[in-house]
């Protein structure tokens, strides 16, 4: 009878220690986005709207907030990796540069000729 519970409760707190990952996941990305998000919006505000080309400076900095993306999400992802579901743990790099490369603000940004080695 020990045994029984000795292995209900050692289940039991395996499930919650994987409970806690996933919300401390959960957490790292909602801040991870937050801080890109008003780092784009912040970037997006400065252009000057006749603007057709970016400078070095501009190109810079766009391709520096959406590295950091990367890198921070990567960093999550890997740290959390054993205890996320199989769609998020088998993210890698890769995908994720594919993600900002893809996505809404790189298309729109498409007409400045903006070119990011994302790494």
């Known amino acids: 009878m020990k045994k029984f519970f000795c292995f209900i409760f050692a289940f039991s707190a395996a499930g919650m220690s994987i409970a806690a990952s996933v919300e401390q996941y959960v957490n790292s990305v909602e801040k991870i986005r937050g801080v890109y998000a008003q780092d784009i919006r912040g970037f997006l505000r400065s252009l000057n709207p006749q603007t057709t080309q970016f400078t070095s400076e501009q190109q810079a900095k766009y ?23 199989q769609q998020y743990a088998s993210m890698t790099k890769q995908d994720l540069i594919k993600q900002v490369v893809e996505s809404k603000e790189m ?10 080695d994302f790494k």
């Open 107 to 116: 298309q729109m940004l498409a007409k400045y000729n903006v070119q990011c």
């Open 63 to 85: 391709c520096q907030i959406n590295q950091r993306y990367i890198q921070d999400m990567s960093d999550v992802i890997e740290k959390n990796r054993s205890s996320l579901p």
